[in-house]
């Protein structure tokens, strides 16, 4: 466990999946997507599909933190402009996205901590 008196700034961003691509979605973000991130340094807290789905809509998510608001435009700024992320997963993850939605906000570390996926 970090400082709980550290703060951190933490992305939730939701994706609306086309309908029945969940399973394909999950399969790039975990092979793909998730281990490109953290080979740039990008810190993944969480992700998966959301555990109720309103009205059968298709709903997926991906927690990540950062040491501050500059770090997180920094690294998002690299890793999507990145030929691995370009040339690789975006294509084929974009095609299974009907919209996303991100928000941000500072957190204590302890809240970071409590939202990592049991192990």
Do not use: C
Request: no cysteine; glycine share 6%; proline share 3%.
């Amino acid at each position: 466990m970090g400082n709980h008196r550290a703060r951190i700034v933490l992305e939730i961003r939701t994706y609306r999946l086309k309908a029945g691509t969940s399973d394909a979605f999950h399969q790039l973000v975990v092979e793909q997507s998730v281990p490109l991130l953290r080979r740039f340094g990008i810190e993944v807290v969480r992700f998966g599909s959301s555990e109720q789905n309103e009205m059968g809509v298709e709903e997926y998510i991906l927690i990540r933190a950062f040491r501050s608001h500059a770090e997180r435009t920094e690294q998002e700024d690299r890793f999507y402009g990145s030929d691995e992320w370009v040339g690789g997963p975006r294509e084929a993850i974009l095609a299974l996205v009907e919209s996303y939605q991100t928000v941000v906000l500072t957190v204590s570390a302890h809240a970071v901590d409590s939202l990592r996926a049991p192990s």
